[in-house]
C-alpha cells in the first residue's frame, strides 16, 4: 500500500478514535447538571410555580387507551363535545394528562372542540417505563396513531395540534415532520422551542437541569450511527415535592428529551403553514414571553393565519389553568 495512504488512513483512524473517546468520556462521565453562566444571574427564577395546579381532580374523565405500531397502548383522557373539531393537547415535561383538566373542561363543554389529552409515552399513571422511549421520534409515530384512530371515529373531524411548554415543542417538532399536515391548525401554550432559543430562559428559569456534557456527547454518537447508549438520563426536572403524587416523571432519557423538542425549530416552524395560535403569560418564570412575537414573525411562512399573545399576569402554568385564557382560546376555536 502506498505510504501517503497509509499515512493518511492512520491519520483518520487516530482521529475516529479521538473523537469515540471523547464521545464516550462525555457520555459516561457527563453526569453533573449544568447552571446557569454568572452572567445570567439576573434570569434566576426559583423554578415553576405548580400552586396553581392544586384543585380537585376528582370528576375527571377516565382513562382510555389506544393502539399504537409500538409495543403497548398508551392512555388518554377524552373530553367529548358535538364539535367537529377535535383538539389534541399534548402535556409539557414532567407532567401528564392531568394537567389540562380545566381548560379541557371548558372547551368541551362550550362545544368548540371535543379534547384528547394523551399521556405521552414513558409518562403517565404506570408507564412501562417512566422517563423512556424506544427511539428518537416515536412519540410523532404515537400521535399519528392517535389521530388515525380519530378519523376513524369521526371521519369529517379537523385535528388541532395543541400543547403546553415542552408539549408545544412537539407540537412544532410534529408540524415540520413526516405528518405534520394530519393536522389542520395548531394551538401553542408556552411552548419551549428549544434551550437557545430566544424565548427560554436559562435551563427553563430553574425547571430543567440538564446533563449538558452527557447530551453533547451522546450527540456525538448518534451522529455517526451509535445509538446503543440512548436510554441514558440526560436531563432531571425539579418539581416541587407538594405536588408530587408518585404520577410525574423527574428524568428523561436522552431518546425521549431529544423527541420532546423541535429538530430544527426554524425548518420546523417554517413548515407550519395551518392557522397558529400562540399564547403566553407575561408572567412566566420559564420563558422570555415577550420574545415570541419576534421568533415567529422571522419564521412564519403564513402570517396572515398567524397570532401571538401575551396574556398579562399569567405564569407558566396559569397560561393552562387560568380563566383568562379561555375566551381568548374560543374566540379563536370559533373562527378557524
Same mark, same amino acid.
Given at each position: 500500500?502506498?505510504?501517503?495512504?497509509?499515512?493518511v488512513?492512520?491519520?483518520?483512524?487516530l482521529?475516529?478514535?479521538?473523537?469515540l473517546?471523547?464521545a464516550m468520556?462525555?457520555?459516561?462521565?457527563?453526569?453533573?447538571?449544568?447552571?446557569?453562566?454568572?452572567?445570567?444571574?439576573?434570569?434566576?427564577?426559583a423554578g415553576?410555580?405548580?400552586?396553581?395546579?392544586?384543585?380537585?381532580y376528582?370528576?375527571?374523565?377516565?382513562l382510555q387507551s389506544y393502539?399504537?405500531r409500538g409495543?403497548?397502548?398508551?392512555?388518554?383522557?377524552?373530553?367529548?363535545?358535538?364539535?367537529?373539531?377535535? &383538539?389534541?393537547? !399534548?402535556?409539557?415535561? /414532567?407532567? %401528564?394528562?392531568?394537567?389540562?383538566?380545566?381548560?379541557a373542561? #371548558?372547551?368541551?363543554?362550550q362545544?368548540?372542540?371535543q379534547?384528547y389529552?394523551?399521556?405521552?409515552?414513558?409518562?403517565?399513571?404506570?408507564?412501562?417505563?417512566?422517563?423512556?422511549?424506544d427511539?428518537?421520534?416515536?412519540?410523532?409515530?404515537?400521535?399519528?396513531d392517535?389521530?388515525?384512530?380519530i378519523?376513524?371515529?369521526?371521519?369529517g373531524?379537523s385535528?388541532i395540534?395543541?400543547?403546553?411548554?415542552?408539549g408545544g415543542?412537539?407540537a412544532?417538532?410534529?408540524?415540520?415532520g413526516?405528518h405534520g399536515?394530519l393536522?389542520d391548525a395548531y394551538?401553542?401554550?408556552?411552548p419551549?422551542?428549544?434551550?437557545?432559543?430566544?424565548?427560554?430562559?436559562?435551563?427553563?428559569?430553574?425547571?430543567?437541569?440538564?446533563?449538558?456534557?452527557?447530551?453533547?456527547? &451522546?450527540?456525538? !454518537?448518534?451522529?455517526? /450511527?451509535? %445509538?446503543g447508549?440512548?436510554?441514558?438520563?440526560?436531563?432531571? #426536572?425539579?418539581?416541587?415535592?407538594?405536588?408530587?403524587?408518585?404520577?410525574?416523571?423527574?428524568?428523561?432519557?436522552y431518546r425521549?428529551?431529544t423527541s420532546?423538542?423541535?429538530?430544527?425549530?426554524g425548518?420546523?416552524?417554517?413548515a407550519?403553514t395551518q392557522p397558529?395560535l400562540?399564547?403566553a403569560?407575561?408572567?412566566d418564570e420559564?420563558m422570555?414571553?415577550?420574545?415570541?412575537?419576534?421568533?415567529?414573525t422571522?419564521h412564519?411562512?403564513n402570517?396572515?393565519?398567524t397570532q401571538v399573545?401575551?396574556?398579562?399576569?399569567?405564569?407558566?402554568?396559569?397560561?393552562?389553568?387560568?380563566?383568562?385564557?379561555?375566551?381568548v382560546?374560543?374566540?379563536?376555536?370559533?373562527?378557524l
Open positions: 500500500m502506498n505510504k501517503v495512504i497509509k499515512k488512513l492512520f491519520s483518520v483512524l482521529s475516529m478514535g479521538g473523537y473517546v471523547i468520556s462525555l457520555t459516561l462521565f457527563g453526569v453533573s447538571s449544568s447552571e446557569p453562566d454568572e452572567a445570567d444571574t439576573s434570569d434566576k427564577q415553576i410555580n405548580f400552586s396553581e395546579m392544586l384543585i380537585d376528582s370528576q375527571m374523565p377516565p393502539g399504537t409495543e403497548g397502548q398508551l392512555q388518554y383522557r377524552y373530553y367529548s363535545s358535538d364539535s367537529d373539531k377535535v &383538539l389534541i393537547l !399534548l402535556h409539557g415535561s /414532567g407532567w %401528564h394528562s392531568q394537567q389540562f383538566y380545566p381548560l373542561k #371548558f372547551i368541551s363543554e362545544g368548540l372542540a379534547v389529552t394523551p399521556d405521552l409515552r414513558g409518562h403517565g399513571v404506570n408507564p412501562k417505563r417512566r422517563g423512556d422511549i427511539y428518537i421520534g416515536q412519540f410523532e409515530d404515537d400521535l399519528t392517535l389521530i388515525i384512530g378519523k376513524q371515529d369521526s371521519p373531524s385535528i395540534m395543541g400543547g403546553h411548554s415542552s415543542g412537539l412544532i417538532r410534529f408540524a415540520g413526516t399536515q393536522a394551538l401553542l401554550l408556552a419551549f422551542v428549544y434551550y437557545n432559543a430566544s424565548t427560554t430562559r436559562p435551563n427553563a428559569g430553574g425547571w430543567a437541569k440538564p446533563y449538558t456534557a452527557r447530551i453533547i456527547g &451522546l450527540s456525538m !454518537l448518534n451522529n455517526i /450511527g451509535i %445509538h447508549l440512548n436510554h441514558l438520563i440526560s436531563i432531571e #426536572f425539579n418539581m416541587p415535592p407538594e405536588v408530587r403524587n408518585g404520577t410525574e416523571t423527574l428524568a428523561y432519557s425521549l428529551n420532546f423538542a423541535p429538530r430544527d425549530y425548518k420546523d416552524l417554517s407550519l397558529l400562540l399564547l403569560g407575561s408572567k420559564t422570555f414571553a415577550d420574545k415570541y412575537q419576534g421568533l415567529i422571522k412564519a411562512v402570517s396572515q393565519k399573545k401575551v396574556l398579562p399576569g399569567l405564569s407558566h402554568m396559569g397560561i393552562v389553568v387560568s380563566p383568562d385564557v379561555r375566551p382560546i374560543k374566540e379563536w376555536l370559533e373562527g
